[in-house]
């Protein structure tokens, strides 16, 4: 099974509000990761962590915050967000951090009003 | 993907045909080449990798080849079907995943 499963499919928020994209997997894996993807282009590297700590932050502001409980969980939390934020937000997660295999969930549709 | 150019950013061919994606990278330590199909409102699902010391991989209809001198490599589907319509990403993995900017393939019935 190489499920990444993703919640909600979609959110619409407004600037001021507080919500948080949440993201699971049962593969056993170290290593997952936020992507960001805008219409038309490829996913961008948001955060990255391996063994449950933040290994990788791509310069992302700081209205977007991670946080990973345990080893099958990641959540994103979104505070104050701009229109611009609005985006498909996908989860992946492999086996390890590195040249392993990365497997996506189908994403979170997220539009900021 | 400023590291992996994909080319073309469009392609159309007729059922059965076959189509052919060509990615160029920068990295020479790159190690680790993997395909991702995404159809529309779905994450992007992996159809298959390679690694530097294999030149060419096949999966069913789907192959892979690698020219880690020359920094190619391309996607080959053949006997394409209508649900291969899609968009297609290369990409390469040093400590990070780094993406071309897509192939939009569309088969025509």
């Known amino acids: 099974d190489t499920e990444v499963t993703q919640t909600p499919k979609h959110l619409v928020m407004g600037m001021t509000n507080k919500k948080s994209l949440k993201c699971e997997q049962h593969?056993?894996?170290?290593?997952m990761y936020w992507y960001k993807q805008k219409a038309k282009k490829p996913p961008e590297l948001m955060f990255v962590?391996?063994?449950?700590?933040?290994?990788i932050n791509e310069s992302v502001p700081s209205r977007f915050s991670p946080e990973c409980p345990n080893s099958s969980l990641l959540n994103l939390h979104l505070h104050a967000l701009q229109p611009e934020d609005s985006a498909l937000y996908l989860c992946?997660?492999?086996?390890?951090?590195?040249?392993?295999?990365?497997?996506f969930g189908p994403g979170t549709r997220l539009t900021v009003l | 993907g400023e590291n992996v150019e994909q080319h073309p950013s469009t392609l159309s061919v007729q059922e059965g045909d076959s189509a052919v994606i060509k990615c160029t990278y920068s990295?020479?330590?790159?190690?680790?080449f993997p395909w991702y199909k995404q159809e529309l409102g779905k994450g992007p699902q992996l159809i298959i990798d390679?690694?530097?010391?294999?030149g060419e991989k096949k999966d069913q209809r789907i192959a892979v080849t690698l020219n880690k001198t020359a920094k190619h490599f391309s996607l080959h589907i053949t006997e394409t079907q209508p649900e291969d319509s899609a968009v297609y990403f290369c990409?390469?993995?040093?400590?990070?995943?780094?993406f071309g900017a897509g192939t939009t393939v569309t088969v025509r019935a």
């Open positions: 593969m056993g894996h170290r290593a």
């Open positions: 990409a390469y993995n040093d400590y990070k995943l780094s």
């Open positions: 990295d020479s330590a790159s190690n680790y």
């Open positions: 992946a997660s492999s086996q390890e951090s590195g040249i392993h295999t990365q497997y």
């Open positions: 390679i690694r530097s010391n294999v």
């Open positions: 962590y391996s063994y449950e700590k933040l290994s």
